[in-house]
């Protein structure tokens, strides 16, 4: 089997498991989004929206990885990657699978989405972690709004629409050394 070949079918195969992945981490969000909030513990509320924040990303492209038990500086990792075609010689052709963007986030469940601040000691953990992995650092607000109240809160939001997940909860993400909105 040539290069190329073994190349297509392992990209297939990482293809088809992230989105078997993905499905999964979706049925289980639902699940857990339907659980009265007032039964939930602040850890598990708190993974139901990671859990959002994953699946959202997701949906655009991004592969995505929790954190085990939401320890270290970044909720979530998201790698964004690209393939490219390029040719060898004149019969021959390679595929490249290379990172084009990396993402560390960490998610932040907010009553109000413009409160969108770490803590001081969170900051430097995150900003260290990204110079260490080589990944942007971003934080991802998320709220839960109602009806028309969200409609009210993106058109006079002053940095730009935050991004809707369903079921009334909505995310803004940041880059916490520049302080720039990212559009995923």
């Known amino acids: 089997m040539s290069s190329i070949l073994k ?3 392992q990209v297939c195969y990482t293809s088809f498991r992230h989105k078997f992945i993905s499905a999964f981490t979706y049925k289980i969000s639902v699940f857990t989004s339907k659980i009265d909030a007032k039964t ?3 850890y598990e509320i708190g993974r ?3 859990f959002r924040i994953c699946t959202f990303l997701d949906n655009l492209g991004w592969i995505t990885t929790l954190s085990p038990g939401s320890r270290g500086p970044a909720d979530i990792t998201a790698t ?11 019969d021959e052709n390679d595929l490249i699978n290379k990172i ?3 993402l560390c986030i960490q998610v932040k469940f907010r009553s109000d ?3 969108h601040s770490l803590s001081t000691t969170e900051w430097h953990y995150l900003a260290d972690h990204s110079v260490k992995y080589n990944c942007t650092p971003i934080v991802a607000t998320v709220s839960k709004f109602l009806g028309k109240q969200f409609e009210q809160m993106s058109l006079n939001y002053e940095h730009g629409r935050p991004w809707n997940l369903g ?3 909505v995310a803004y993400f940041h880059n916490i ?3 720039e909105e990212f559009r995923p």
């Open 100 to 102: 084009k963007q990396k």
């Open 48 to 50: 139901n929206v990671e």
């Open 177 to 179: 050394l520049n302080g």
């Open 80 to 90: 964004k990657r690209e393939l490219t075609l390029v040719a060898k010689n004149f």
């Open 7 to 9: 190349l297509c079918a």
């Open 40 to 42: 939930q513990s602040n």
């Open 113 to 115: 989405i413009e409160y």
């Open 167 to 169: 079921d009334g909860y």
